[in-house]
């Protein structure tokens, strides 16, 4: 390959995209080029570009106008083939200029609405991101603030402390309560991410100062903005990585001749090979999945499009002995659950735009479903002997209208919101001697406003607003006492240096799993729960560098009530929902209170000099109560520091080396009561009563990527190698513990628990490509 590559170093790429500007009006005659080169074109009547031949490899894309402030994408990659879109929403400048000046204006910003606790990366971020697989999920909890899951191996985001079903999850503005494979039912992490990267255009976590248009947040809100299909040319790519191949294509549809089209298509197919990995080292384990991900979008005039997108899943988990008699294998086997899960995301949006250019408005019409079996059996083997069962199904089908206006200097944003709600379940638990069969369904709806405005020259952003939201299900909360308001503001008090500040109160309705269970008598027991309440408060500084370098640093408060407790652990179901299991069936109270608060220290350089890279560190206490609201214990979160690290260098000839490096402090975690787990085993049963008593150590985790990039006329080729936990670190993790057992595998009578010894401090290797065509 690299004799080949020789020959074909005269090979091109093209790149395009669209500029307009904060309205959505097309801007005309935008100078669009490529940094510390000179090459570059001009916008269109329809603010398109389209710069060809350009040399591959990475460079930084700059567009500027007069009136407008320079805006710059970092860390593009131009390839021969399979070059995505590069669309740019331009700021009007506080002054009108003489002349283009490309000052330090062009700085990493974050929306004026969320100045604070806000981070996005781009798709080339995204896949060149070492350790993470080109999952977008495992990308997120690389950002500040966010804990390694227990183990380091799901993609459970636990921002500041809270717990993982605290964040909501929107792709192109559609909800999508479930975004991994064999997710948590009633919460929302899972091992695998289930976004295909090749659709993603950028994607925000927000960890503080939701904009007010989302319901449910209670600490962040995790946003995928998708990119439409190709316009002129059939194009896709196929990659193969560490668990899973995936194929994406995308193009036009309704072409005539070398026209560009007003409907594209986007598509993949991902499918796992785990199984059978598995398989051939002898792990216990089958886990087999399948997902589907469609992106059709019409442009029917300038004015107005409508966009069909579409994800889901098909998930099996099963499990099968190995042929020689391990113990750790042996317990995990007889210890494992058997998920069945089908999820499926479908929504259309239409967009318009005014003609007037006062503003725009969306509009999205969408449904959501989860069929989700999980079992658990006194004989896993031979799926025998069933102790536990949950057969559910969540639907929402939801209406979501949102509408921008500008009113001088003013942005003002309104819309509202409302779903019907069906859950359904059947339900058998042994050990808790529950049976019950519930069907429940509900209409949910909330409003919201938003007003922003700029002062001083643009060096101080303000805005403020509220949501209300309530249901037809619950009844103790209404419209006024979810009544949520929020505020921010950002001053620029010194060149370069900005001061941030945001407050905000926000609800969420409990799972569905809470509101559907009944007791044996078939009664709705926790119908009178409440929504969850969650206030937070922000404050922190902001250091300009350069264009492409900042530090800052910000403190944080937040203060949680009527938190839902377990009535028959005594505690708060913050400390749950990061494993395999079904998260608040069961009977509960909203008792609880909570609160995390901390300080979090961040620098960011975008690429400049053939590097880039992200340092955080956050330092925080996660503490919640059970029934007696003024006691608080450290939650199962509570690591107090956490370190991130994430950067690369390019090379010549289109070589990167890029490295992560995580860090979480000791963590508490729940013991394992030994006599309650013996008598009722192969269940593992905890003892809540000594949460806080001990401690994992500390989690500590080096990966590391080398990609090279090769370009033909016809496809471009990528190739990268990984190697996960460079430093060869143990992975905490709870002591589990199995039958007694002889070299023969035959249970010691009397029974009796033992340890289990655990492997870890393993350096795990992997490659992957990916073809562009």
Known sequence: MFCISTAYTQTTGDIYGTVVDEKNIPVSGASVFLENTETGVQTDFDGNYRITEIVP????????????????????????????????????????????????????????????????????????????????????????????????????????????????????????PNINHFSTQGSAGGPVGLVNVSFISEVTLSTSAFGAEYDNPLSGVLQFKQRNGNNRDFTGNFRVSASEAALTV?????????ETSNTTFLASVRRSYLQFLFEAIGLPFRPNYWD??????????????????????????????????????????????????????????????????????????????????????????????????????????????????????????????????????????????????????????????????????????????????????????????????????????????KFNASVGRYFKLPPYTILGFRNNEGQLVNQDISYTRSDHYVVGLQHYFSPSSSISLEGFYKQYDNYPVSVRDGVSLANKGGGFEILGSEPIESAGRGRTYGAELQFQQKLTNNFYGIFAYTWFYSEFTG??????????????????????????????????????????????????????????????????????????????????????????????????????????????????????GQILQPRSLVEIEQEGGQIIPSLGIVVDF
Do not use: C
């Open 57 to 176: 490899g990475s460079y930084n894309l700059v567009v500027s106008y007069l009136g407008f402030e320079t805006q710059t994408r970092y860390n593009i990659i131009v390839k021969s083939k399979g070059n995505p879109a590069y669309n740019f929403t331009l700021k009007e400048a506080a002054e009108a200029l003489e002349e283009v000046v490309i000052s330090n204006k062009d700085k990493i910003s974050r929306p004026r609405e969320t100045p604070l606790s806000t981070q996005t990366l781009s798709a080339v971020e995204i896949a060149t991101y070492p350790g993470s697989n080109n999952d977008v999920v495992q990308v997120a909890q690389t950002l500040p603030g966010v804990s390694p899951s227990i183990g380091g191996f799901r993609n459970d985001l636990i921002i500041r402390g809270g717990a993982p079903n605290e964040t909501v999850y929107y792709l192109d503005g559609m909800e999508v």
């Open 292 to 497: 589907y991900q469609y992106k059709f979008n019409h442009k029917i005039d300038s004015y107005n499009s409508i966009s069909l997108i579409g994800l889901g899943s098909i998930d099996d988990f099963s499990v099968e002995a190995p042929a020689d008699f391990d113990s750790e294998q042996q317990a995990q086997l007889e210890q494992a659950p058997f998920i069945n899960q089908r999820t499926n995301a479908i929504g259309v949006t239409w967009q318009n735009r005014f003609k007037d250019g006062s503003g725009f408005m969306k509009t999205t019409l969408s449904n959501n479903t989860l069929n989700n079996e999980f079992t658990r059996f006194t004989d896993p083997e031979n799926e025998t002997g069933v102790i536990f069962n949950n057969d559910a199904v969540e639907s929402e089908t939801k209406l979501r209208y949102e509408i921008t206006k500008f009113y001088g200097d003013w942005k003002v944003k309104g819309g509202f919101n409302s779903q019907y709600s069906v859950y359904e379940n059947n339900t058998s638990d042994l050990l808790n001697d529950a049976f019950f069969t519930t069907e429940i369904d509900f209409v949910k709806y909330g409003l919201f406003a938003n007003a922003t405005r700029s002062f001083l020259n643009n060096k101080l952003d303000v805005s403020f607003g509220f949501r209300m939201d309530d249901d037809s299900f619950t009844s103790k909360d209404n419209l006024l006492s979810t009544f949520s308001p929020r505020a921010s503001l950002s001053y620029e008090f010194r060149e370069n240096w």
């Open 627 to 744: 029934f007696d609201r003024d006691v608080y214990l450290p939650s199962v979160w509570d690591s107090r520091h956490l370190v991130s690290f994430t950067g690369g260098y390019k090379i010549k000839r289109n070589w990167e080396v890029s490295a992560r490096y995580r860090f979480a402090g000791e963590t508490p975690f729940v013991p394992t009561d030994l006599e309650a787990t013996l008598e009722n085993y192969p269940e593992v049963i905890l003892d809540y009563s000594r949460l806080g008593e001990e401690n994992l150590a500390i989690f500590s985790q080096l990966d590391i990527r080398i990609d090279k990039k090769w370009n033909f006329n016809k496809f471009s080729f990528n190739l990268f190698i990984e190697a996960q936990n460079v430093l060869s670190q143990d992975n905490p993790q709870p002591p589990e513990f199995g039958l007694a057992r002889n070299a023969s």
């Open 250 to 258: 995308e193009g036009p549809l309704f072409k005539k001749g070398n």
